[in-house]
């Protein structure tokens, strides 16, 4: 019932930012989180953050500490992904999800984005 589409991906040299946005419709409040994913080819779909709605959680997996920042905007049921610094290996299909807490394991989010592609160029 959930519906999550994300944007804001593309292609941006190495150190540079995006931006990407994840807008939900339906019963967005029923879940108690939001998270990003990433996948590359011939790789396992890998966590990058949550955020709580309430945004007093939050959670980064250690390869991009100090560089992403997960945010939130309730009025407008929309999570953000600031990307800075961005390096080639950060190039992957990325896709938000709900999850029912600020967690890393992938099999506990329930609803699931179309994912959107960042491609970093050395």
């Known amino acids: 019932q959930v519906q999550l589409v994300e944007s804001g991906g593309g292609l941006v040299q190495a150190g540079g930012s995006l931006r990407l946005s994840c807008a939900a419709s339906?019963?967005?409040?029923?879940?108690?989180?939001m998270g990003w994913f990433r996948q590359a080819p011939g790789k396992e779909r890998e966590f990058v953050a949550a955020?709580?709605?309430?945004?007093?959680?939050?959670r980064y997996t250690d390869s991009v500490k100090g560089r992403f920042t997960i945010s939130n905007d309730n009025a407008k049921n929309t999570v953000y992904l600031q990307m800075n610094s961005l390096k080639p290996e950060d190039t992957a299909v990325y896709y938000c999800?709900?999850?029912?807490?600020?967690?890393?394991?992938?099999?506990?989010?329930?609803?699931w984005g179309q994912g959107t592609q960042v491609t970093v160029s050395s």
């Open positions: 339906g019963r967005t409040l029923s879940s108690y989180a």
């Open positions: 955020i709580s709605w309430s945004g007093g959680s939050t």
């Open positions: 999800a709900t999850g029912p807490a600020v967690t890393t394991e992938r099999r506990l989010y329930a609803s």
